[in-house]
């Protein structure tokens, strides 16, 4: 017998085998209506294998386009290998691949290609990355597969078959199977192909305050940090689609710090904001350009200067007159819009509910009353601060005549008042007021998201009954103190008298 022209496997590498006096173990069945153009006494094989792929995600589909199409000799014993026409097509509609010959074809693979790589400098890739990109455009036939668990399986006849992902909100590489014959001793047999798939997740997660928080209370006015945390996915080789998109909808009671705020990382590198939102990298390479208008801030990224799959983008924002007070919170959400067709133009959005920081700020209720109902206690003046040393302060309040004032836009933790006028006829508090405010509040009169503090005042003359514990630590030293001194006095007159008696 003749000597077979070629045999080749194509699990994103080729093999080419020259096989001698072969004979069959696998029984070829052959369509005879269909003739080979490169040897035109072979037909058409119509034998079928199964094609894998594995670690897919379990609810996305995936279509298999094939590429080569496997013909049979029987009297010379011969398997030839010939693109498919929706291959050919693609081929004459590049200026690239015009030209290109099957044997041509298996000389693509430079050895450097794993099944479903998604970065390599191989001409194979290149060339598949191009084809997809030519069936999202086309109407290029495939075929369904199905998809159990990990895995995407397709019963099909020999051949060689690019697989792409029909719906999926994941990124897959390149994936290039072959079911092709292979001589084994002195018999064929034809082979079953299983590609391990390579694919990458997008996402992003939002933190405020602190990183890693998606929660935090604030002070209204003043400013804090937004932390944004993306997964970038790593597209194939020659992807004509690398949308990524970062929305960022503020809330009414959030205030954008601006654009020159934004600080953006992609690994060890901190690219330049200009005030006009162009973020750009070391050589001057624009990486990203953010807008913000109408509470919307986007950052739309170019990823072809991105070579990390994380960036980390921080930005600043206060809260303002607008906040809402209490367990609703300020939310501000963001949404990642990126291409999970690399071929095509299709994109897909995340909830913006699953990336949500919300910025909570609360109020006090301060009531002052006396020892008389139904008398006037407006004017009582206190101020706020956030240290016991009375350094850092935060505003001023005044009662009404029911004794009453607020205060809004806290942050949970320990304040401190300092009166510094009193109702008229009343005494002045000297000391420190210790107050906390929580989330949960209490029973304010100004409802949800207040902390209500009550306060004794004292007319004039009458040791007030609160105002701080130093004021009673000091009168109950006073009063030691002057009793102690009145037992010394006894002590030593008694003393004087027993001496005057003795004498």
Do not use: C, H
Request: glycine share 8%.
């Amino acid at each position: 017998m003749k000597k077979v022209n070629k045999i080749f496997a194509v699990a994103m590498t080729l093999l080419m085998l020259l096989v001698t006096d072969v004979k069959a173990a696998t029984t070829i069945t052959v369509d005879t209506a269909k003739k080979g153009t490169v040897d035109t006494n072979s037909y058409y094989v119509t034998n079928t294998s199964t094609l894998t792929v594995s670690n897919v995600g379990t609810t996305d589909t995936f279509k298999a386009y094939k590429i080569l199409d496997v013909y049979y000799n029987q009297t010379t014993n011969e398997i030839t290998y010939e693109f498919t026409s929706a291959f050919k097509a693609f081929l004459a509609a590049t200026s690239t691949y015009s030209s290109l010959t099957v044997e041509q074809y298996y000389a693509l693979t430079n050895g450097d290609i794993a099944s479903g790589s998604t970065k390599t400098t191989s001409t194979l890739d290149k060339l598949a990355s191009a084809y997809a990109a030519y069936i999202k455009n086309n109407s290029v036939t495939g075929y369904d597969m199905t998809v159990e668990g990990t895995n995407a399986t397709l019963t099909a006849e020999a051949g060689t078959y690019l697989v792409l992902p029909t719906l999926t909100n994941r990124v897959y590489a390149v994936m290039v199977g072959n079911l092709a014959f292979a001589a084994t001793g002195t018999e064929w047999n034809l082979n079953t192909a299983t590609i391990i798939a390579k694919v990458s997740d997008a996402g992003v997660s939002k933190s405020v305050g602190q990183e890693g928080y998606a929660e935090g209370s604030f002070v209204i006015g003043k400013e804090f940090t937004y932390s944004l945390t993306a997964t970038v996915p790593v597209y194939p080789t020659n992807a004509t689609n690398k949308k990524y998109t970062l929305t960022d909808t503020f809330s009414t009671g959030i205030t954008f710090s601006g654009l020159s705020s934004i600080t953006v990382k992609s690994g060890t590198e901190t690219f330049t904001t200009a005030a006009n939102g162009t973020i750009t990298n070391a050589t001057g390479d624009t990486v990203a350009t953010a807008t913000f208008a109408n509470q919307v801030l986007t950052i739309d990224f170019n990823l072809d200067y991105i070579d990390t799959t994380r960036i980390d983008i921080t930005y600043k924002g206060s809260l303002n007159e607008n906040a809402v007070l209490g367990s609703a919170g300020n939310v501000n959400s963001v949404k990642l819009t990126y291409s999970n067709d690399p071929y095509g133009v299709g994109t897909y959005e995340t909830e913006p509910t699953d990336s949500e920081a919300t910025a909570y700020t609360y109020g006090l209720e301060v009531y002052v009353y006396g020892v008389d109902d139904n008398v006037d206690l407006s004017g009582a003046v206190f101020e706020i601060y956030s240290d016991v040393a009375l350094e850092n302060k935060i505003g001023t309040v005044t009662t009404n005549e029911q004794g009453v004032t607020t205060f809004t836009g806290l942050a949970t933790g320990t304040y401190y008042l300092k009166q510094i006028t009193a109702p008229t006829g009343y005494s002045l508090i000297r000391d420190a007021i210790e107050v906390e405010i929580t989330s949960t509040g209490n029973e304010a009169e100004a409802g949800e998201g207040f902390t209500r503090k009550e306060i004794p005042n004292a007319k004039v003359g009458i040791l007030p009954a609160t105002g701080g514990f130093g004021t009673i630590i000091f009168t109950l030293i006073g009063l030691l103190v002057l009793a102690g001194s009145i037992s010394i006095i006894m002590v030593y007159r008694a003393k004087q008298n027993q001496e005057n008696f003795q004498v």
